[in-house]
């Protein structure tokens, strides 16, 4: 099918219930920015939205009050191939955003790794674990003893359960 322009189609069609990702473009024309605006906000929110005008007062007004998973100003082809970009949809648009940095960061696991120390070199907390000293006199038996003292006084910051 060749790229194709649908002008003001019935709200009940099925090009107007679904997202359109080409080669059909809708153009509904409006007799008032706040009525554009209007008409965005009262449908599931759009992958992508497209402002043509030279006006930036009405230029930031719509793109301030309606919400679309990216913008494109005076075009609507280029609006994908912009790498540096994020590109991604919100609400049942999708969500999250691929292209970039945003996309590596997206499709990324971030994983935390704790690698605990051996003892040897953690003097302060040595005896905390295995192997035990062989007296028992470490810094765990230390510790304990420490915290049955701390759990009798009225206030302590330890209670024994």
């Not at 994983?111 to 040595?126: D, L």
């Not at 062989?134 to 009225?154: N, S």
Request: with cysteine.
């Amino acid at each position: 099918m060749a790229p194709t322009l649908v002008f003001d189609p019935a709200e009940e069609l099925g090009i107007t219930q679904e997202e359109i990702f080409g080669p059909a473009l809708i153009v509904k024309t409006y007799e008032a920015v706040d009525d554009a605006v209007a008409y965005v906000n009262a449908h599931p929110r759009p992958l992508a939205l497209y402002y043509f005008g030279s006006d930036k007062r009405e230029e930031r007004r719509v793109i301030d009050a309606t919400v679309s998973g990216g913008v494109t100003v005076n075009d609507v082809f280029m609006h994908v191939a912009q790498e540096d970009l994020p590109f991604g949809g919100v609400g049942s648009s999708g969500y999250g955003c691929y292209h970039g940095y945003e996309g590596f960061r997206e499709f990324s696991n971030w994983r935390g790794v704790h690698r605990q120390v051996p003892p040897s070199r953690q003097y302060i907390i040595k005896g905390l674990y295995p192997p035990y000293d062989p007296d028992g006199k470490g810094m765990l038996d230390m510790l304990l003893k420490q915290k049955m003292t701390h759990a009798r006084k009225p206030g302590s910051w330890c209670t024994i359960a």
